[in-house]
């Protein structure tokens, strides 16, 4: 019932309203999950998590407020804004965050990963090493003289679109080997993996920001992808379950 249109701050609107138009929270990551959840991580407040509603809510979100305890909200919807709001922050929402929560889109449908100098993306693909190409995955290494660890990274479908996984094959002694969904970095414009971030992100400074997949792993993401949306089977089936619990979901734009 409610009409959630792009936000910006600039516009046709008068000079002394825009005065009034709050900025979005400033983020540097996202990422989704394959239950659904979406994850933004902002630059003063870390990881906020996102879900969508089953129920024809407008959704929720949880994160840290202003007392620093942790709390559960519901979002909010600005008549004066004609956006999504963040009870928490009281601030709208990103519009890449809108996209997915409202309008039921899948992270790598939204985010558009950049070719790029920076430094970061060199590095990666001078440390990285692909292994093996499969019509299902692509298996690569890592090694900068500090962590070696290999990966198979896929492309799973998932009501909403698809995300992509990564499995942590081989690493050092004591890490553990698990599963996780890539982040997107707002700042770099490119997909991180997850697993060499949190080892790296805070150790050597060239990796600040994050570090990201090799450029043979974006191009490997961006074919899968674009296959998987032009035979969304998986997805169709993966959407129809939920779609059984709440007939009122936005059908995505594949169906």
Same mark, same amino acid.
Request: aromatic share 10%; hydrophobic share 35%.
């Given at each position: 019932?409610?009409?959630?249109k792009?936000? *910006?701050t600039?516009? !046709?609107r ?13 983020? @540097?990551?996202?990422?989704? !999950?394959?239950?659904? %959840?979406?994850?933004?991580?902002y ?14 809510? &407008?959704?929720?979100e ?11 909200? =519901?979002?909010?919807?600005?008549? +004066? ?13 990103p519009n890449? &965050?809108?996209?997915?929560i ?10 558009t990963?950049?070719?790029? %100098?920076?430094?970061? &993306? ?20 890592f090694?900068?003289?500090? @962590? ?5 990274? +896929?492309?799973?479908? !998932? ?8 499995k @942590? ?12 969904e ?5 700042? &770099?414009? !490119? ?13 050597? =400074?060239?990796?600040? #920001?994050?570090?990201?997949? =090799? ?8 074919? #899968? *992808? ?8 998986? $997805? ?5 379950? #939920?779609?059984?619990?709440? =007939?009122?979901? +936005?059908?995505?734009?594949? $169906?």
């Open positions: 019932l409610v009409s959630v792009p936000y *910006t600039k516009g !046709t008068s000079s002394s309203h825009q005065q009034d138009m709050p900025p979005t929270p400033d983020y @540097v990551q996202l990422m989704e !999950t394959r239950s659904g %959840d979406f994850w933004v991580r630059r003063e407040h870390s990881w906020f998590k996102y879900c969508r509603s089953e129920d024809g809510n &407008l959704g929720t949880r994160g840290t407020g202003a007392d620093g305890k942790e709390v559960t909200s =519901p979002l909010m919807y600005s008549e +004066t804004l004609k956006t999504l709001k963040s009870s928490i922050l009281d601030k709208p929402l890449k &965050l809108t996209e997915a409202h309008h039921h889109k899948c992270l790598p449908l939204i985010v990963p950049k070719k790029s %100098d920076l430094e970061a &993306l060199r590095l990666a693909d001078e440390y990285s090493h692909i292994e093996k190409v499969d019509e299902a995955f692509i298996q690569w290494r090694s900068d003289g500090s @962590v070696e660890r290999t990966f198979k990274t +896929t492309v799973e479908p !998932t009501p909403c679109g698809v995300v992509f996984v990564e @942590v094959l081989i690493a050092e002694e004591g890490t553990r080997l698990h599963e996780e890539l982040i997107f970095s707002e700042e &770099l414009k !490119t997909w991180l993996s997850p697993s060499l971030t949190k080892a790296l992100e805070k150790k050597d =400074p060239q990796w600040q #920001q994050g570090v990201p997949v =090799p450029s043979d792993v974006l191009e490997f993401l961006k074919h #899968q *992808t674009n296959k998987v949306l032009r035979e969304p089977v998986a $997805m169709s089936s993966a959407f129809r379950q #939920q779609y059984f619990r709440a =007939p009122w979901r +936005t059908v995505p734009h594949f $169906m």
